[in-house]
């Protein structure tokens, strides 16, 4: 059997993906039911709720494009940090020349910050970043609801909670919508607009054409766990974990996902953001889940041990004082042979070639999920999500370009052994089969 080679792109194929790159870009601003000539709202002043990580880097691309911006936390210390935060990363960017001081100046100028709630009522927008707890994004759009002017958009940058439930709290859910920025939200190019079942038109319209302004790219997606890009990404990390019980050592998974184009493998990119991220909910879930499938917590224990990444000089791999080269760790790897050996796994050797099948086909298989659901519109804006917010190889294409390149006849045919193998997660998408069964590729869904 003819074997794809995840690992060499030729120049031509190159430039195929980054051609498909640049249509999916374009593609993606187009929305079937809302035409382009769609009237705007008005967006001259917007108030960011939460200056923390994702709020402040909210605020600077908002300032960036001369907008006016609100930024308005709970209390004046987490205020201060804030809005300290937005200064030191003009201050980095203005000393890697990537602005001058009086563009930079401009933009501080631009950025006020607030305590009070009641000090966002001319706002035409807001986009709310607290803390990711369904209750308490609901007390603050149930303020929203009472403090805002009428028409005044309302966003949540909420990681993956159901909008709807958001937009229940107040007497206006056709304004309501996601707008799921990236971190850093100033540098990170995707945008990802979350459609509630009330959200109106001019709304979507308004933020996708919003995004486009602040030099990103903006990507429609349905209310779905995780949206788009998180969808996908929890099939990834999963396999990921997986692989390291089956047999293969974190530093050869984050090899085989370097060979295949990843700047950083996933285990290096867990011990950048830190390991204990969500920690809370994901051990809030643990008590609940379904217990028909497998289930890996790893990371939790990892966490438990004081592994936190980076952060702590120890994770997936062990940093020496001041320096982020991650070192293999044999501390690390004696405890991962016993947590195989604790399972009942009997480790083996994993090639590349599956590393990257397990990693890539979870992806391929909810992308197709998304699809025949209408989470997602079409296979491009799921490579475009990929391409700009998940750091997926630029010469790959996206993960619904490379299922068709591979053919997806043979992407099925793996996917369905890994379910006869592994099981429930493995569950083939029935476009898959269908598109298998008619002859056709993603491609042919594309409009
Ligand atoms: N960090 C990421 O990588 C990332 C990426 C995309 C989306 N998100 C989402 O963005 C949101 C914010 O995440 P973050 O990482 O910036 O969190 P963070 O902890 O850095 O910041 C949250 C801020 O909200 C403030 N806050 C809490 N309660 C408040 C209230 N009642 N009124 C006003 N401000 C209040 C806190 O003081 C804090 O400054 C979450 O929903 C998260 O899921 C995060």
Redesign the pocket.
């Known amino acids: 059997m003819h074997h794809f080679d995840f690992f060499n792109v030729s120049d031509d194929a190159l430039a195929r993906a980054k051609a498909h790159a640049k249509m999916a870009a374009e593609k993606a601003a187009h929305v079937p039911d809302i035409p382009l000539t769609t009237p705007l709202r008005p967006v001259q002043q917007v108030a960011v709720?939460?200056?923390?990580?994702?709020?402040s880097g909210i605020a600077m691309s908002l300032a960036n494009m001369g907008v006016n911006v609100l930024l308005?936390?709970?209390?004046a210390p987490?205020l201060q940090?804030?809005l300290q935060r937005v200064k030191d990363n003009y201050a980095t960017s203005l000393k890697r020349g990537k602005l001058t001081q009086s563009d930079m100046d401009k933009c501080l100028g631009l950025i006020q910050g607030t305590v009070q709630m009641t000090n966002i009522q001319n706002a035409d927008m807001v986009i709310e970043?607290?803390?990711?707890d369904m209750g308490?994004k609901q007390?603050?759009f149930r303020q929203l609801d009472e403090v805002c002017k009428p028409g005044a958009i309302l966003a949540t940058?909420?990681?993956g909670l159901d909008v709807d439930q958001i937009a229940a709290v107040t007497q206006r859910p056709q304004d309501v919508v996601g707008a799921?920025?990236?971190?850093p939200a100033h540098v990170m190019r995707l945008l990802e607009v979350v459609r509630g079942a009330a959200t109106s038109n001019d709304v979507i319209a308004t933020l996708m054409d919003l995004g486009r302004r602040m030099g990103k790219i903006s990507v429609l997606a349905k209310i779905y766990p995780g949206f788009i890009g998180n969808a996908l990404f929890r099939n990834y990390t999963r396999e990921a974990h997986f692989l390291v019980e089956d047999g293969a050592l974190p530093h050869e998974v984050d090899a085989a996902l370097t060979r295949f184009g990843y700047a950083m493998g996933i285990f290096v990119v867990h011990d950048m953001g830190g390991n204990d991220v969500g920690l809370q909910t994901r051990k809030a879930q643990m008590a609940t889940r379904p217990n028909d499938r497998r289930w890996n917590d790893l990371i939790v224990k990892l966490c438990d041990m004081g592994r936190l990444g980076q952060k702590s000089g120890k994770g997936w791999y062990r940093y020496e004082a001041g320096d982020r080269t991650p070192h293999r760790d044999p501390e690390l790897e004696k405890f991962i042979v016993e947590e195989s050996a604790r399972i009942g796994l009997t480790r083996r050797i994993i090639s590349e070639t599956e590393i990257i099948k397990r990693c890539l086909y979870g992806m391929i298989n909810e992308g197709a999920k998304l699809l025949e659901q209408g989470i997602a519109l079409r296979p491009s804006d799921i490579d475009i999500t990929y391409l700009t917010g998940y750091g997926f190889p630029a010469r790959q294409g996206g993960p619904m370009y490379i299922a068709d390149k591979i053919g997806l006849p043979q992407v099925l045919a793996d996917i369905e052994k890994f379910y006869s193998e592994y099981g429930v997660w493995w569950q083939p998408a029935s476009l898959l089969q269908k598109l298998v069964k008619n002859g056709q590729s993603f491609a042919d869904l594309q409009h």
Do not use: K, P, Q, W
């Not at 970043?129 to 990711?132: R, S």
């Open positions: 709720i939460g200056a923390g990580t994702m709020g308005v936390d709970a209390d987490s940090r804030g970043a607290v803390y990711e308490l007390s603050i940058n909420t990681s799921h920025f990236f971190s």
